[in-house]
């Protein structure tokens, strides 16, 4: 059975004001599903209900054909100085994941797989530039290996070049198998690398 995530008439609603209504969306195990949308939208909420973080007003999320274990979707934030420990190294944000499952992980190796120099790992977020931090999320998720990755806007704090590597290692992700619900601003990069989009602007 392939891995799907599937949201269903999904509802977000803020003090009485909805955002959206009877929304659904899913996204197949290697596979990319694009969400586009004006500023305000919905689209980190729409993320959010799908990690599990915001409950909807109505609908479900649900994951199928997916063993039950912690950690089978990662989230890869906007602006990853909202959701990095300040008090936690890059080493230790990284190897989070394995230390949670008990299991080893060489975080060297991942630095060097996210193009991360391993001398910044001994450093603090407030410590290393916003596409410094991203890579090392972007690093932290290669440890999770989640069966679905969820990026809002994940290149929007970076330049050309750091932009370009940390598409490409979220593509890694899906060539081995994730599915992932990309969040991005940039149409031309959600209708090249996306199988279905949900725009929240045309419903
Ligand atoms: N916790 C909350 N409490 C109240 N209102 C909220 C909350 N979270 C989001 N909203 C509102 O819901 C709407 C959608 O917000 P959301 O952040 O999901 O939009 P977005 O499409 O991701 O925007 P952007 O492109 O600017 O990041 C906005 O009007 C926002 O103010």
Known sequence: MTATLVGSGLTARFGGREV??????????????GVVGHSGSGKTTL???????TEP??????QRGVERRPGTIGLLAQHPRGVANPRWTLRRAVAEP??????????????????????LLDRFPAQVSDGQLQRACVGR??????RFVLCDE????????????????????????????LVSHQRRLVDARCRDVVDLDVR
């Open 20 to 33: 959206f209504a009877d929304l659904d969306i899913g996204v197949d195990a290697g596979s990319v599903t």
């Open 57 to 62: 007003a109505a609908g479900r999320v649900e």
């Open 47 to 53: 993320l959010r209900i799908l990690a599990g973080l």
């Open 154 to 181: 994940p290149t929007a704090m970076l330049d050309p070049v750091s932009a370009r590597a940390v598409i490409g290692l979220l593509q890694e992700l899906v060539d081995d198998g994730a599915g992932m619900v």
């Open 141 to 146: 998720l290669l440890v999770q290996a989640p």
């Open 98 to 119: 394995a230390t949670i499952a008990r299991r080893n992980c060489d975080v060297e190796q991942i630095a060097a797989r996210v193009g991360l120099d391993p001398a």
